[in-house]
């Protein structure tokens, strides 16, 4: 057996270390995919648009707060997070332009997790949630030049799904390793000097690395 097979191995074998009731808070670092569909112009129109980006790496952090009620035999936990990117390139063409955004987004979300018994130290979850979104395009236009026209902002209901891992560091400490997939709504630019304003629809998918604390 490898070594670090075995060490996978140990750390599945240990017996659980049961959790407490109560809050719990704690920060992470994000890392993730954010991209765009149903790209049209500020009338709803799609025809002649086309996106000229396939998705970008985006890293952001985020923090949450939660309450844990496994002390009353209830495996769930409550949580609410917020999450912020720095930076999506959302560029879309038509003919003879095009604009190019620099989007960044900031979620809160209202989440139920429930974890799943396994019996080992390694505690798995899953869950969903509900929210908010505020996502704002800092755009150029490209139709004769480059020209800034300015920051536009929205604000949207959006959900998400996730899973991950929880892991016990010691009494009160946590390593928290995750995945979530969020719709997070829409995102519009300002209207360009040549008439035309880009919007869109903005999905990740996340990872995020952090450790909480039980308090």
Same mark, same amino acid.
């Given at each position: 057996?490898?070594?670090?097979?075995?060490?996978?191995?140990?750390?599945?074998?240990?017996?659980?270390?049961?959790?407490?009731?109560?809050?719990?808070?704690? /920060?992470?670092?994000?890392? +993730?995919?954010?991209?765009?569909?149903?790209?049209? !112009? *500020?009338?709803?129109?799609?025809? @002649? $648009?086309?996106?000229?980006?396939?998705?970008?790496?985006?890293?952001?952090?985020?923090?949450?707060?939660?309450?844990?009620?496994?002390?009353?035999?209830?495996?769930?936990?409550?949580?609410?997070?917020?999450?912020?990117?720095?930076?999506?390139?959302?560029?879309?063409?038509?003919?003879?332009?095009?604009?190019?955004?620099?989007?960044?987004?900031?979620?809160?979300?209202?989440?139920?997790?429930?974890?799943?018994?396994?019996?080992?130290?390694?505690? /798995?979850?899953?869950?969903? +949630?509900?929210?908010?979104?505020?996502?704002?395009? !800092? *755009?150029?236009?490209?139709?004769? @030049? $480059?020209?800034?026209?300015?920051?536009?902002?929205?604000?949207?209901?959006?959900?998400?799904?996730?899973?991950?891992?929880?892991?016990?560091?010691?009494?009160?400490?946590?390593?928290?390793?995750?995945?979530?997939?969020?719709?997070?709504?829409?995102?519009?630019?300002?209207?360009?000097?040549?008439?035309?304003?880009?919007?869109?629809?903005?999905?990740?998918?996340?990872?995020?690395?952090?450790?909480?604390?039980?308090?």
């Amino acid at each position: 057996m490898k070594f670090h097979h075995l060490i996978l191995a140990s750390a599945l074998a240990l017996p659980l270390t049961a959790n407490a009731e109560g809050w719990y808070a704690g /920060p992470l670092l994000m890392a +993730g995919f954010t991209n765009e569909r149903d790209i049209t !112009d *500020s009338n709803g129109v799609a025809a @002649g $648009i086309f996106d000229n980006d396939d998705g970008n790496l985006v890293i952001g952090a985020a923090g949450l707060v939660g309450y844990d009620f496994s002390g009353d035999d209830v495996p769930v936990s409550l949580e609410f997070s917020t999450n912020w990117r720095a930076r999506h390139d959302m560029d879309a063409g038509f003919v003879g332009g095009g604009v190019k955004s620099n989007v960044q987004t900031v979620d809160f979300m209202m989440s139920a997790l429930y974890d799943i018994p396994l019996g080992t130290q390694i505690q /798995p979850y899953i869950g969903g +949630g509900v929210g908010m979104s505020w996502n704002e395009a !800092d *755009s150029e236009d490209l139709d004769v @030049g $480059i020209t800034d026209i300015g920051t536009n902002s929205t604000t949207n209901f959006v959900w998400q799904l996730q899973g991950g891992i929880k892991y016990p560091l010691d009494d009160n400490m946590k390593l928290r390793v995750d995945y979530r997939y969020v719709e997070l709504g829409e995102v519009e630019t300002n209207l360009a000097p040549g008439g035309e304003a880009i919007k869109a629809d903005l999905y990740a998918h996340d990872v995020r690395l952090g450790v909480t604390w039980d308090f």
